[in-house]
C-alpha cells in the first residue's frame, strides 16, 4: 500500500511568512467539548480569551463546528476590542477526522489569512515550538502528529471514537464500563470500576449504567469524564485499572512509534547517537500520572532512546498563536515561556 501523509501542513505555515508590522494575532483551540480562542496583542504583550461550544465536525457536524468557532473567536476579538480585518494571520487548530469541510466554510466567512489545520497540528507546535518533534494528545479523543527534520510530516490516530481515540479519556472511559460489566457477568476479574460506574452515573446497578449508555445516550464528554475515576482507582492500587492505563499507553504508543518513524526522527541505526527531539503530551488523560506515562516513556524508549518526553503545560491556543505568528512573520517576536504565563493568566481570570 503507498503511504502518504494524512495531514499536511499548509504551505503558509512551512517556512517562515513574509515579515510585516503585525499587532495581533489569533489562536484557536477548537475540540469536543469546548472551543478556546486568544487573540494576542504583541504591543501590549496582552492576550484576550473567547468561549464557544464544540467545534468537532464529528461530534456536532460541520455547520454547528464552525459555528462554535466563529463566536469563540468573535468574543476574543470583542474582549480585544478589534475587528477581524485587524489581523494579522488567525489559526484555528479543530479536532476531527477531516477539517476540510471546516476550512472551506471559515474561508467563505472570513479573511484569507484565517488558516484552518487539524488540533494535531496545533498541539504540535505547542509542544514542539514549531520544530521537528512530535505531539500526542489524549484528552477526550486522541491523535498524534509529529514533523520530521527534513519537513516531513506524519499523523497517527485521529479517526474518532468508533474507529480509533486508543489511549484517550473516552477509550478509557469505554473500558472502565466494559470491565465493570465483565465483573458483573462474572467474566472478569472483580474490580472497584463496578461500584465507581454506578456512582459515578447515578445508577442502582452496573447493568443500569449500560443501558443509560444506549438510552441516553452518553455524550463522549461524558463517558471520558469517568476515565478520571479510573484514574483514582488506579492510584489506589485497583489491578483492573491499572491494567486499562498499561493497555491504554501501549495502544497510544504505538501511534506515536509510528509518526517517529515515518517523520525520520529516529534513525535507528543510529541507537543512542541520534539527536534528541521533543515528544509532547497534551491532554487531560495524562494527568492519570506515572500509571499510564510510565509505560508511554518506555515504549517510546525502546525505538527512539533521544526522546525527550514530558508533558506540555502550555495551552493549546497557544500553538495556534505561534503557527500564526510564524505565517505572519513575526515569530521571533513571540516568546513561547511568556506566551504560556499569559495564557495561563487570561485562563485564570
Known amino acids: 500500500m503507498e503511504r502518504t501523509p494524512l495531514v499536511e501542513l499548509p504551505h503558509a505555515l512551512t517556512g517562515v511568512g513574509e515579515s510585516r508590522d503585525a499587532r495581533f494575532l489569533m489562536g484557536i483551540d477548537g475540540g469536543a467539548t469546548k472551543t478556546l480562542a486568544a487573540v494576542l496583542d504583541l504591543a501590549s504583550n496582552t492576550v484576550h480569551m473567547g468561549h464557544g461550544g464544540p467545534s468537532n465536525e464529528d461530534a456536532v457536524g460541520a455547520e454547528a463546528a464552525v459555528g462554535a468557532l466563529l463566536e469563540a473567536a468573535d468574543a476574543a476579538l470583542g474582549q480585544a ?11 484555528l487548530a479543530v479536532a476531527g477526522t477531516d477539517t476540510d ?3 472551506a466554510r471559515v474561508r467563505a466567512a472570513r479573511p484569507d489569512m484565517w488558516i484552518v489545520v487539524n488540533d494535531v497540528v496545533g498541539a504540535w507546535a505547542t509542544a514542539t515550538g514549531a520544530q521537528p518533534g512530535v505531539a500526542a494528545i489524549s ?8 514533523v520530521g527534520r527534513s519537513g516531513r510530516a506524519w499523523r497517527a490516530g485521529g479517526w474518532g471514537h468508533v474507529l480509533g481515540d486508543e489511549g484517550s479519556g473516552y477509550w478509557l472511559g469505554v473500558q472502565s464500563i466494559k470491565a465493570a460489566l465483565s465483573d458483573r457477568e462474572a467474566s472478569g476479574p472483580a474490580t472497584a470500576l463496578s461500584e465507581a460506574a454506578m456512582s459515578f452515573f447515578g445508577q442502582s ?4 449504567v449500560a443501558s ?3 438510552s441516553k445516550p452518553l455524550t463522549k464528554g461524558e463517558i471520558a469524564a469517568f476515565a478520571v475515576q479510573t484514574a483514582r482507582l488506579a492510584e489506589q492500587g485497583d489491578e483492573v485499572a491499572r491494567e486499562l492505563f498499561g493497555r491504554g499507553a501501549r495502544e497510544l504508543s504505538r501511534q506515536i512509534v509510528a509518526v517517529i518513524r515515518e517523520t525520520g526522527l529516529a534513525d535507528e541505526q543510529a541507537g543512542a547517537a541520534q539527536a534528541p527531539f521533543p515528544v509532547g503530551l497534551i491532554g487531560s488523560a495524562f494527568k492519570a500520572g506515572p500509571v499510564f506515562v510510565e509505560p508511554l516513556v518506555s515504549a517510546i524508549h525502546a525505538v527512539a532512546p533521544a526522546a525527550q518526553v514530558q508533558r506540555v503545560e502550555m495551552a493549546p491556543a ?3 498563536l505561534l503557527l500564526a505568528a510564524r505565517a505572519s512573520g513575526c515569530a521571533e517576536r513571540v516568546d513561547s515561556q511568556q506566551l504560556q504565563s499569559l ?3 487570561a485562563l485564570d481570570s
Open 81 to 91: 476590542g478589534i475587528e477581524a480585518e485587524q489581523l494579522a494571520a488567525a489559526v
Open 101 to 103: 469541510s471546516i476550512a
Open 139 to 146: 484528552g477526550t479523543g486522541s491523535n498524534v502528529f509529529g
Open 205 to 208: 446497578s452496573v447493568e443500569a
Open 212 to 214: 443509560l449508555v444506549y
Open 318 to 320: 497557544g500553538g495556534s
Open 343 to 345: 495564557l495561563a493568566a
